[in-house]
């Protein structure tokens, strides 16, 4: 699924089971306009159990580490972004990722 994206994962990646809110608060909320723009909507999901998967990225074009998180209920992805907390951070949908996003081999 990364890949199609052009994004390098690591073959490593974490996974962690959450309980997503009963509400959007403001940050949820901006999350999930991010998650509308790429045709996903967390607003079904509120309460429901969902696991996270994270995958660090070799190949996206920013100093500092970057990741890919997707979130999935039952089989279905239902949110994913590639993010990066360190130098200029960001947090963007996967939609969002240009040619220029991708360090060149």
């Not at 279905?76 to 060149?104: M, N």
């Amino acid at each position: 699924f990364i890949k199609q994206f052009g994004l390098d994962p690591v073959e490593e990646f974490s996974e962690e089971s959450i309980v997503l809110p009963t509400s959007l608060d403001r940050v949820l909320g901006e999350y999930n306009q991010l998650q509308k723009k790429q045709g996903l909507d967390l607003s079904k999901y509120l309460g429901k159990r969902v696991t996270r998967f994270t995958y660090k990225i070799n190949n996206y074009n920013h100093d500092g580490a970057v990741y890919v998180n997707i979130l999935v209920h039952r089989d279905r992805i239902i949110a994913c972004d590639v993010s990066s907390l360190e130098g200029e951070k960001f947090v963007l949908p996967l939609c969002d990722i240009t040619k220029d996003s991708i360090k060149s081999k």
